[in-house]
């Protein structure tokens, strides 16, 4: 089954949770929907957002903004508040060039928000 596919709207049990526009929660895999669920669901994510932070970067010379799939406002296992920004990706997708360019971009807005960029795959969701 491809995961590309699977699209749709999540609706938050835990709405006062989600730090961003509720109307329009929208995801564009099965991953992505269950990284919602767990958002919404664990005590130790305070807040979250999908797709709200506007990172601008350059690839092939031109000008974009790249839209991370998710921040998040957490505890983390050592107790710590921390903030994360993260993207939700097929292992096979970390190799590309465009990729490679946003995540970049991220990393570097990440550090100069006092937050932490991770890109999670197959291999850390399951």
């Known amino acids: 089954m491809s995961r590309s596919h ?4 999540y609706i ?9 526009n509720a109307k ?3 995801y564009r895999s099965s991953w992505e929907r269950l990284f919602m669920v767990y958002c919404d669901r664990n005590e130790q994510i305070l807040s979250w957002s999908s797709e709200e932070i506007k990172i601008p970067y350059i690839f092939e010379e031109k000008h974009r903004t790249y839209y991370p799939d998710f921040w998040v406002d957490m505890i983390d296992k050592n107790g710590n508040r921390v903030q994360k920004i993260v993207e939700i990706k097929p292992h096979q ?19 100069d928000n006092q937050m932490e960029f991770l890109v999670m795959t197959e291999k850390e969701l399951f």
């Open 24 to 26: 329009q929660i929208i």
């Open 93 to 111: 997708q970390r190799t590309m060039k465009v990729n490679k360019a946003k995540w970049s971009a991220a990393t570097q807005y990440a550090q």
């Open 6 to 9: 699977f699209k749709g709207k």
């Open 12 to 20: 938050p049990k835990n709405a006062e949770k989600y730090d961003g």
